[in-house]
């Protein structure tokens, strides 16, 4: 069997183009602008990147896009002090503290800060706590992206079986409870679980959240199931040149091709789904907060 290959970066383009549909009428029949405000504490390279591609993306479907960059050194009191502006301002409908802070900053105080109607990260203790009870709340972005594709792609999710690889609070977690949530029977597997291969072969649905690069191989899938990897390696690529880096996920993408019925590649799989499902978001946050009707398809 040769894999479909679930193109996340054409589905994201979809999603956006809908964002950026909904954007313009909101402006014309509303007045309304929605606004992104992102923090970003110090000068991880990465993270500048990601900031980078998040403003470009929300200017482009035509919403209000703010920047906050401050020091690595920025104290906690400096900082909530951003996000209590923020919390406060008509203009903000989303709230994003890019991950992870430096060292003496208090994430989960930090996040706790940020106004849950306005957190469009989904990661506020009452968004989680709204989740896990089946209600209305911002739900992480990857794992929506996640979730778009797989009910894209089968329909109704009802009734089948799914094994998540890892137990993070921004993917793993999550991204069970929405399985849950669409009628899966869900295992989560992690570092811990006996015979993983094993549980992994009984899946229809297996999302691989990890952080090990190309861990799962080909024969750990049951014919015919859906691999949504989530993971993002960059490991050496000497067939590229010396010195050449790769980025890869957490399945072995060549064998697994050969046995699921589809397959997200890395790059281009879940990574475009997760800036398309911030602006989803933003959106969905922007509707809530002017008691308007909720965009179909991009929120759960
Ligand atoms: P974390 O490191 O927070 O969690 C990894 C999970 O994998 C843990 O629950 C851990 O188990 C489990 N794990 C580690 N080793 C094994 C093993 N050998 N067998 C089974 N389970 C194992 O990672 P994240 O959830 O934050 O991210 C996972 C991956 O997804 C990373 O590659 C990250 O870069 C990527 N990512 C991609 C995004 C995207 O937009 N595409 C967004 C977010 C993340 P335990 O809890 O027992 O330690």
Not at 29 to 57: C, M, N, T
């Amino acid at each position: 069997m040769t894999a479909q290959i679930i193109n996340g970066k054409a589905f994201a383009e979809r999603v956006r183009s809908q964002v950026a549909e909904h954007v313009a009428r909101l402006k014309v029949d509303h007045a309304i602008v929605p606004g992104l405000a992102v923090v970003l504490v110090g000068e991880d390279p990465a993270s500048q990147v990601y900031v980078r591609s998040k403003g470009k993306l929300t200017v482009e479907v035509g919403m209000h896009s703010v920047e906050h960059k401050l020091d690595a050194d920025t104290s906690e009191t400096d900082l909530l002090a951003v996000i209590n502006k923020l919390n406060a301002d008509p203009a903000i409908h989303g709230i994003l503290v890019q991950l992870p802070l430096p060292k003496h900053l208090n994430e989960d105080l930090v996040i706790g800060n940020i106004d849950p109607v306005k957190d469009v990260d989904g990661f506020h203790i009452s968004n989680v706590g709204l989740l896990g009870t089946g209600q209305k709340s911002m739900v992480p972005c990857t794992p929506l992206g996640c979730l778009m594709m797989l009910r894209d792609h089968f329909g109704s999710l009802s009734g089948r079986d799914a094994v998540v690889i890892g137990r993070s609070n921004i993917v793993g977690k999550p991204m069970a409870q929405l399985l849950l949530g669409d009628s899966c029977t869900v295992t989560i597997a992690h570092s811990r679980t006996k015979n993983l291969p094993d549980v992994v072969r009984r899946a229809d649905i297996v999302v691989a959240a990890v952080g090990r690069a190309e861990m799962v191989p080909g024969d750990w899938i049951k014919p015919g199931a859906v691999v949504i990897d989530v993971g993002i390696n960059r490991i050496p690529a000497p067939e590229k040149g010396e010195g050449k880096m790769k980025l890869v996920g957490d399945v072995d993408f060549a064998s697994c091709a050969g046995i699921a019925g589809a397959i997200t590649p890395v790059p281009g799989g879940v990574g475009p789904m997760t800036i398309a499902c911030l602006l989803a978001n933003t959106l969905t946050a922007t509707c809530r907060a002017n008691n308007l009707p909720e965009p179909e398809g991009l929120t759960v």
